[in-house]
């Protein structure tokens, strides 16, 4: 029995939950398959918190480096994969379509530095992707993952250039652990020149391009909760005489130094995830003390500087966020100017500077455009697409005097524009096409819209819808609800991918923009955190009512999906609504949430969720972390729980706790599949085949729980 009460000296328990041991096999509510489990034990551990007494009997499982966990989740994976294959041993077609999409010739946008272009390839049965550039009209591979670890589950993470791109900095991340090696690369020859350098989070090259700002972060300092530490390296001499510049005083804060290129300043930045709590500056190269100019526990701002203007984006005071511009010679908070106000119903969300202009990119109700100032600030016009789109990023890159625009449909892959940027005035400017794939995935028959509902207390939310031409609403369709809801970040139009797949089988594809994101601004992001959290799920919920109520489906043809902070959502929702949902896909997610502050990087994560050693961050916590609201008694929907053992974000304790804890549930008919990526962690990474057979195991398991192909005996 789980108990958690009061202690004694308060009056009446609060929540009272009650887990008993099951039996090692139990039945599914059909006769198709039975779904055999591997037994966990119950090792209760007493917590006294705030006055709460809390029994964990998983906390065992915390453990990933005990053989008897090893053993267990291994254990439970084959159960998850041997239970699938014999529920729905194949869907027609589907693992071909798969590999046709992800095993082939991918080539990245050109990527122009100075005057010369770079690119990734991944070529048809290749593992991974790899480094190329193009000197006389030939192309010359520079770095290959492959030559350094054969298995193909080594992938390049970051790049950086130096300016005139005859060196660059490629990291090189093992088996998705985002804990990066970085190789300094001849850019003509291919040579790796010196020794690599281990355990970074990330590189940015100094000015004079012999020093480097590391971004050091190894795996014991993440296991230990230790900070990233900045730190100044010279290229070719040893570790040990690297000179730290800034460590964070915790670990959920975040530190940065670099370098302007067009300019003559260093800055140092350091806060948390949505605060700047001080941004200094001082001249590239001096022993001068860096000066603060901002600092904030509330508000961020991000510096750019050009010659002796300094361009702020900020939400200070402005949640839909705004442009402020300072001189470098009187740089402090208080000689900032506004040069692009806050708007009411509009956000900014990014802006480039060119010679004459400024372009900025604007989102209003989830859709962006491109709205062309001059450099005082003043309104000139808003460029007009050269088709139908969404605009998912601008930039203007001084080596070759352009501006490039990307555009995103959901039936088409993005499209990159190339423009002349003293054009940009002209109503004949030309939109030259820079980039464009041709990918092996049929949009014909698909069709998307945005619609609008109304969340719990009256909120207005949007929602995307994509299915096949000529749906019938007859209430009755197999039906997907995706999710994330946090860390301002939001949905926007974006290419449907393998999704096709789904949909063009008869699935509808939705996804909400729940409060937690960036739809609507800073404003829509605090509506889903910290205290307000419990918007997000209920705004999540509204939409799956909506989408039964307009008859696009039923509760027996709906399944939710959400991955990391949308794993936090999808264990929520069904826990507090498990009688809305079919089925549910939680991936990497985060669901002990009294515990997470604990774990490797989460300590980043408390400025989103709060701090459990605090009284009323754990009370609110506790109403809605999904690993302390399974009820005794109460079926959840059919849940398939992904996790990968080498994540450095999320720590797959929460999939193992919150799948032994719901198998044990007397109540608990469903299946509760555990589905392990051994050789990746929180999805990046990942080699091809790896890809594949995941993609294909998800599908699997979503399209027979929706009913779409025949299940197995």
């Known amino acids: 029995m789980i108990y958690l009460t009061k202690s004694r000296d308060m009056r009446n328990p609060i929540l009272l939950l009650s887990y008993t041991f099951l039996l090692t096999i139990f039945q599914m509510n059909t006769s ?44 439970q994976h084959e159960a998850s994969v041997d239970y699938l294959n014999e529920l729905c041993p194949e869907i027609e077609g589907l693992r071909d379509e798969l590999k046709a999409y992800i095993d082939r010739d991918i080539i990245s946008p050109m990527q122009l530095v100075a005057d010369r272009q770079f690119f990734t390839l991944r070529k048809q049965g290749e593992k991974q992707s790899k480094l190329y550039t193009r000197l006389e009209g030939k192309d010359v591979l520079l770095f290959d993952p492959e030559q350094i670890d054969p298995s193909g589950k080594s992938s390049m993470t970051g790049r950086s250039f130096t300016e005139k791109a005859d060196r660059v900095a490629v990291g090189l991340q093992t088996k998705g652990a985002e804990i990066n090696t970085y190789y300094i690369i001849d850019t003509k020859s291919g040579q790796i020149l010196g020794a690599p350098i281990e355990g970074l989070r990330g590189f940015s090259w100094t000015k004079d391009e012999q020093h480097a ?91 750019y500087a050009n ?55 604007e989102k209003k109700d989830v859709l962006s455009r491109l709205m062309l100032h001059d450099l005082n600030g003043k309104f000139i016009r808003e460029l007009k697409l050269p088709e ?30 190339r423009l002349a940027p003293d054009q940009l005035e002209s109503k ?15 949009t014909d028959n698909i069709e998307a819209r945005i619609e609008f509902y109304t969340s719990k207390d009256g909120t207005k939310v949007p929602i995307f819808i994509v299915h096949k031409k000529g749906l019938e609403l007859n209430g009755n369709n197999p039906t997907l609800l995706y999710g994330y809801g946090g860390f301002n970040s939001g949905i926007a139009p974006a290419f449907i991918g393998s999704r096709a797949m789904f ?68 264990g929520a929702v069904t826990t507090q609504r498990p009688d809305l949902f079919k089925t549910a896909i939680c991936a990497v997610p985060l669901l002990d949430m009294i515990r997470y ?24 916590l506790l109403t809605y972390s999904p690993y302390h609201n399974i009820r005794q008694g109460i079926n959840l929907p059919t849940m398939l729980v992904t996790a990968g053992e080498n994540d450095s974000r999320v720590d797959p304790l929460h999939a193992k706790k919150f799948v032994a804890a719901l198998q044990n549930n007397p109540g608990q008919h469903n299946p509760v599949l555990l589905y392990m990526n051994f050789d990746s962690g929180h999805g990046t990474g990942q080699s091809t085949e790896q890809l594949i057979d995941n993609f294909e195991f998800r599908y699997r398991f979503l399209m027979c729980q929706l009913g779409m192909v025949e299940q197995g005996r």
Do not use: C
């Open 32 to 75: 198709v398959a039975q779904f055999i489990f591997p037994k966990t034990d119950e090792i209760p551990v007493v917590d006294s918190l705030h006055g709460f007494q809390l029994t964990d009997p998983y906390r065992w499982l915390e453990d990933k480096t005990d053989p008897k966990v090893i053993r267990w989740t291994k254990a």
């Open 213 to 303: 700002y590391i971004w050091v972060g190894t795996q014991e300092m993440i296991n230990a909760q230790k900070p990233v530490e900045v730190r100044l390296h010279r290229l070719g001499e040893s570790r040990d005489k690297d000179v730290t510049l800034l460590v964070p005083d915790d670990a959920k804060n975040f530190a940065s130094v670099f370098d302007t290129r067009f300019s003559d300043l260093t800055f140092y930045s350091e806060g948390d995830f949505y605060a700047t709590h001080a941004l200094r500056m001082k001249k590239i190269g001096s022993n001068d003390t860096p000066v603060e100019i901002y600092a904030s526990k509330e508000f961020r701002a991000s510096p």
């Open 307 to 361: 010659g002796d203007r300094i361009y702020f984006y900020t939400n200070h005071e402005a949640p839909n966020f705004k442009l402020m511009l300072a001189d470098k010679k009187q740089a402090g908070f208080k000689n900032w100017k506004t040069l692009i106000p806050e708007k009411k119903d509009v956000v900014l969300e990014n802006y480039t500077v060119t010679p004459k202009y400024l372009l900025l990119q």
């Open 388 to 417: 139908l789109g969404n605009v998912s990023f601008v930039n203007y890159n001084h080596d070759v005097d352009a501006v490039f625009v990307g555009l995103s449909t959901f039936t088409s892959p993005s499209k990159i524009y």
């Open 428 to 442: 004949n400017l030309n939109w030259e096409l820079f980039y464009s794939e041709e990918i092996p995935i049929d």
């Open 503 to 570: 949909i063009n089988r008869g699935g509808v594809f939705a996804e909400a923009g729940i409060r937690g994101g960036d739809e609507y601004g800073e404003s829509w992001h605090q509506d889903g955190m910290l205290f307000k959290k419990q918007n997000t799920f209920d705004d999540f919920i509204t939409a799956a009512e909506f989408l039964i109520d307009q008859g696009y489906t039923n509760t027996d043809k709906l399944a939710v999906e959400g991955g990391s902070n949308g794993g936090l959502l999808i």
């Open 597 to 620: 502050h604990r774990f490797l990087i989460a300590r980043y994560w408390i400025p989103e969720y709060g701090d459990p050693d605090k009284k009323e961050d754990f009370q609110n």
